[in-house]
């Protein structure tokens, strides 16, 4: 497979991501990311014309993966909204694991951010997240999957404030639980266990029943 044609503005991208995670947006500049990503600094001009519109496109780049991804669950007729709620929980959890340098950019970077674009487009991801929770929860109410119907933004917390604490205080945890395990071992146990304890929240809260 010929991945040349993506793999220069890709490489200069996760280039950038690694940094931003370790050094804050400001604190980074074109000429390490150039190093980082092996390519002349010209590149950086080329491709994206900027660092912040580099920025741009990386937060767009990632966030768009989530887009793609609510647009397909909703359209799903094969699963109920209880699994739809489920695969939502499972991506989230699965990309937060698996993208930290992002996360770790987004926790940082949107409460410092003075780039409009990057506000706006943030803004503008998370109602659409917000709209998705609503599609569901409402069709669910419809089916008689879920009996209870709490509010959107209360769910929406729910879900994202558990796995950003989560995120955000596993090395504390492991500390707490005095746990030897190497980090890939704890990472899938820890995970696990957060996706499970997050779904039995949203069953009770959503009054959603199994065996029905």
């Not at 390490?32 to 937060?59: H, P, R, T, W």
């Not at 739809?84 to 940082?108: A, G, N």
């Not at 991801?125 to 917000?130: A, C, E, N, S």
């Not at 509010?151 to 005095?178: C, D, R, W």
């Amino acid at each position: 497979m010929n991945t040349n044609m993506i793999s220069k503005e890709e490489n200069i991208l996760f280039a950038a991501e690694k940094l931003f995670a370790e050094k804050g947006f400001e604190g980074t500049s074109t000429r390490e990311i150039a190093k980082d990503a092996n390519v002349n600094i010209s590149m950086i001009s080329y491709y994206f014309g900027s660092k912040e519109k580099l920025y741009e496109k990386l937060v767009e780049y990632r966030m768009n993966e989530g887009q793609f991804f609510s647009k397909d669950l909703l359209g799903r007729t094969d699963i109920n909204e209880w699994q739809k709620i489920e695969r939502v929980i499972d991506q989230f959890s699965h990309k937060i694991r698996t993208q930290k340098c992002f996360y770790r950019i987004m926790q940082r970077e949107q409460l410092h951010t003075k780039n409009p674009q990057i506000v706006e487009f943030l803004k503008q991801t998370k109602m659409g997240f917000l709209s998705m929770y609503s599609q569901i929860l409402e069709r669910g109410l419809k089916n008689g999957i879920f009996t209870k119907n709490p509010p959107i933004y209360l769910l929406h917390s729910t879900v994202s404030g558990t796995l950003f604490y989560a995120f955000n205080a596993k090395e504390m945890y492991k500390e707490f639980l005095n746990e030897t395990e190497d980090e890939e071992a704890f990472d899938e146990r820890y995970y696990t266990e957060l996706n499970k304890h997050i779904k039995y929240l949203l069953k009770d809260l959503l009054g959603y029943e199994e065996n029905k």
